[in-house]
């Protein structure tokens, strides 16, 4: 129980922290937030917290000694996530961070020391993570209900136009200022979808299935240092095959959908709120999120600090899921761009969008057959080498972002 909501620190009062702010206050039980940043006092945001009586202070620093919360929400760009963490940390406050969590393995070891070291936890916001219904399926599947899990495969397709890609100046970028970011589909807007996988896959109620091998393809077609479509095999020392299929680059939207094939039964989970099990006898279960994850998510987090419960996105269990990044990118070596001859520019409003020419069919077909895309002789596709994860403790070991 929440006896007394918890205080929280903001870290930014735009974009996706404007988003969580007022989420935050919509849940006023749980959590209340006292402290925010804004570089632009004068911003909407900034305006927008004054008035609701949080105190906005124009450096991380100056809120740091203001200090007048019990725990820091970092929802700063990746390249941003490890520092200005540990920053909090050495300050004495929990963390609630963005996810990805970092860009590289070697960030993510340095930063669980950082918090080890403080003896102050960290959690990731991999919404999706904290969802009832999420954590409900994974105790089914942990107590044998739909026998073994045999493979878990995902797939994805989301509209994204040029603005997209100039948002900000870290957009779609592999480094900046010698900074790994590795901003691309499977590292940020399908981040998400990755996690579950992983997460369905694992034998552990709060664990991520553990990565030995990853077999990556990374394409991109707009004109970004990182990827835009991907397709990912992954072995896990659980004997399960993880499968993905991601584009920002298709014409039509496919919704975000995980299928977990079991002994017993296939499990489809759809855009993080509906979930469908079809047992091998006929039977079929249906159920629906009864409330938006984030929401959730900011529940659990507040209770965690009240009661000390472990957080359903702890930064000890998520190192899989950087793992995982880090060894797409080793597979793949570079970044393939597409051809010109297999893309075409579609106006969206004012916008334009680069479209693979057939993307979502070719996706389709591929997660029915289990395919990467160069098994199933997509004309752009090259097919890469098998990367082991075993005892991998620094990125990159093969990747280089300036081949192509």
């Known amino acids: 129980m929440i006896n007394e909501p918890v205080k929280i620190g903001v870290i930014g009062c735009g974009g996706y922290a404007f988003q969580l702010i007022k989420r935050i206050l919509s849940v006023s039980h749980a959590g209340t937030i006292t402290a925010a940043t804004s570089r632009d006092m004068n911003s909407s945001g900034a305006q927008y917290c004054r008035e609701r009586g949080i105190r906005v202070f124009q450096t991380v620093e100056e809120m740091l000694v203001f200090g007048q ?32 969590p970092v860009a590289t393995v070697q960030e993510f070891d340095d930063l669980a020391a950082a918090s080890k070291a403080a003896g102050l936890p960290v959690a990731v916001c991999f919404n999706s993570l904290y969802a009832f219904l999420v954590q409900q399926l994974k105790k089914e599947l942990l107590a044998g209900r739909f026998g073994k899990v045999l493979r878990v495969k995902s797939i994805g ?13 870290w957009a779609g970028k592999v480094q900046q200022n010698g900074q790994w970011i590795l901003d691309g589909d499977i590292n940020n807007p399908f981040a998400h979808v990755l996690c579950n996988s992983l997460f369905f896959a694992g034998t552990q109620q709060n ?24 397709c990912l095999r992954i072995m896990t020392r659980e004997g399960v095959e993880l ?22 039964a296939v ?42 419960e472990q957080f359903c996105g702890d930064l000890d269990m998520i190192r899989p899921f ?27 409003g004012t916008a334009t969008q ?19 895309f160069s098994e199933m002789g997509a004309p752009w596709a090259r097919k890469n080498e098998k990367f082991s994860t075993e005892n991998y403790t620094r990125f990159p070991l093969r990747f280089d972002p300036k081949a192509s």
């Not at 963490?85 to 929990?94: E, M, V, Y």
């Open 69 to 100: 919360f019990e725990v820091v929400v970092n929802p700063t760009p990746i390249h941003l996530h490890a520092t200005i963490s540990k920053q909090c940390l050495t300050a004495g406050f929990p963390v609630f961070m963005e996810k990805p």
């Open 157 to 169: 397709a989301w509209t994204r136009t040029d603005a997209y890609f100039t948002r900000n100046s």
């Open 207 to 230: 664990a991520l299935a553990e990565p030995l091998t990853v077999e990556a393809e990374l394409y991109r077609c707009n004109q970004i240092e990182s990827e835009d479509t991907s």
């Open 243 to 264: 499968l993905t299929w991601f584009t920002l680059g298709s014409k039509t939207e496919i919704a975000p959908r995980t299928v977990i094939e079991t002994e017993k």
């Open 267 to 308: 499990i489809t989970f759809e855009n993080f709120k509906t979930l469908k099990i079809e047992f091998t006898d006929g039977t079929v279960e249906e159920h629906e999120a009864y409330q938006e994850d984030r929401i959730e998510m900011i529940q659990q987090l507040c209770r965690a600090i009240r009661t000390g």
């Open 322 to 348: 950087t793992v995982v990044i880090n060894g797409a990118f080793d597979s793949a070596g570079t970044i393939c761009s597409i051809p010109e001859q297999y893309l075409s520019r579609v106006k969206v």
């Open 354 to 372: 680069i479209v693979i020419e057939g993307a979502g069919e070719t996706l389709k077909q591929a997660f029915a057959a289990n395919a990467l």
